[in-house]
């Protein structure tokens, strides 16, 4: 299935993987709106955008994704000018320190939430796209690709990793729980997970210290947000009948979540 004319929202889409995938959307004809915090980065990447695919729509709104009235009248604004949402893609990095409430709601009479704080969880915003979204995809077709990370399944072996484990976990709940949900319509609810990628997340993950980032790499080659945006285009690529419900997308030499395989670079001649 092309995504030529197919109405795309992505969030995260400032930076990294977000970016990178709006941009490989971009070029197969889609038409994108871009949600993220900021402004002056989105700004410089619809410009971009709109300089190079003067055919599609190019349209961002920066929005922070913790109250679902607010995302719900900045989703209806973006539906107003693109039309109904094709493909919602989540892409949710970082962790929030505040609890994110995420009120009820029931659309086409499927209850797809509950009165909840998730506090710590970005799982929140997740919820809060997909909540208001649903509607447009109920009444044709739809998909929803969320992005999460390989650290869902397995439980990270690093310090400090506790509540961003939870979060894709959390993640990884919703999305499969969704999918079932979702029975009786033509919407796919996917889940991307992402490796050992060399994108500034892992900076911040360790404090920005470069010696720290480097021995992390040691041996072997991360991968680059392109590379993740890639396995995205195939997925939403395929036909109505097809879903590739989870794909894991990691470096070779990432053998398991915390098993690296650190002779990689030198015996590949990289």
Same mark, same amino acid.
């Given at each position: 299935?092309?995504?030529?004319?197919?109405?795309?929202?992505?969030?995260?889409?400032?930076?990294?993987?977000?970016?990178?995938?709006?941009?490989?959307?971009?070029?197969?004809?889609?038409?994108?709106?871009?949600?993220?915090?900021?402004?002056?980065?989105?700004?410089?990447?619809?410009?971009?955008?709109?300089?190079?695919?003067?055919?599609?729509?190019?349209?961002?709104?920066?929005?922070?994704?913790?109250?679902?009235?607010?995302?719900?009248?900045?989703?209806?604004?973006?539906? !107003?000018?693109? #039309?109904? /949402?094709?493909?919602?893609?989540?892409?949710?990095?970082?962790? @929030?320190? $505040?609890? &994110?409430?995420? %009120?009820?709601?029931?659309?086409?009479?499927?209850?797809?939430?509950?009165?909840?704080?998730?506090?710590?969880?970005?799982?929140?915003?997740?919820?809060?796209?997909?909540?208001? !979204?649903?509607? #447009?995809? /109920?009444?044709?077709?739809?998909?929803?690709?969320?992005?999460? @990370?390989? $650290?869902? &399944?397995?439980? %990270?072996?690093?310090?400090?990793?506790?509540?961003?484990?939870?979060?894709?976990?959390?993640?990884?709940?919703?999305?499969?729980?969704?999918?079932?949900?979702?029975?009786?319509? !033509?919407?796919?609810?996917?889940?991307?997970?992402?490796?050992?990628?060399?994108?500034?997340?892992?900076?911040?993950?360790?404090?920005?210290?470069?010696?720290?980032?480097?021995?992390?790499?040691?041996?072997?080659?991360?991968?680059?947000?392109?590379?993740?945006?890639?396995?995205?285009?195939?997925?939403?690529?395929?036909?109505?009948?097809?879903?590739?419900?989870?794909?894991?997308?990691?470096?070779?030499?990432?053998?398991?979540?915390?098993?690296?395989?650190?002779?990689?670079?030198?015996?590949?001649?990289?």
């Amino acid at each position: 299935m092309s995504l030529k004319g197919r109405n795309v929202l992505v969030t995260g889409a400032s930076m990294g993987i977000g970016e990178a995938i709006v941009k490989k959307a971009a070029a197969e004809g889609a038409n994108i709106a871009l949600f993220a915090r900021s402004k002056d980065k989105l700004a410089t990447i619809t410009e971009y955008l709109q300089d190079r695919y003067s055919s599609s729509k190019f349209i961002f709104r920066s929005v922070e994704l913790q109250s679902y009235e607010a995302v719900e009248s900045v989703v209806q604004d973006v539906v !107003n000018e693109l #039309g109904d /949402i094709d493909i919602l893609i989540n892409n949710v990095r970082s962790i @929030s320190s $505040t609890a &994110l409430a995420c %009120p009820y709601y029931s659309q086409a009479g499927l209850a797809l939430g509950a009165p909840a704080e998730f506090p710590n969880l970005k799982v929140a915003d997740i919820v809060t796209m997909n909540g208001t !979204n649903i509607n #447009g995809m /109920i009444r044709k077709e739809g998909t929803i690709l969320n992005i999460t @990370s390989v $650290t869902g &399944l397995e439980v %990270p072996p690093f310090p400090g990793e506790a509540v961003y484990h939870t979060n894709k976990a959390a993640q990884e709940a919703f999305t499969n729980a969704l999918r079932n949900e979702l029975t009786g319509t !033509n919407i796919k609810v996917l889940a991307l997970r992402p490796g050992c990628v060399a994108a500034n997340f892992h900076s911040l993950r360790v404090g920005h210290d470069k010696e720290m980032y480097d021995s992390f790499f040691e041996g072997y080659t991360p991968l680059e947000s392109e590379d993740i945006a890639n396995a995205a285009v195939y997925m939403l690529s395929q036909p109505l009948n097809i879903s590739v419900k989870a794909m894991d997308v990691v470096p070779s030499a990432q053998r398991s979540l915390n098993v690296f395989d650190r002779a990689w670079n030198e015996r590949n001649g990289l």
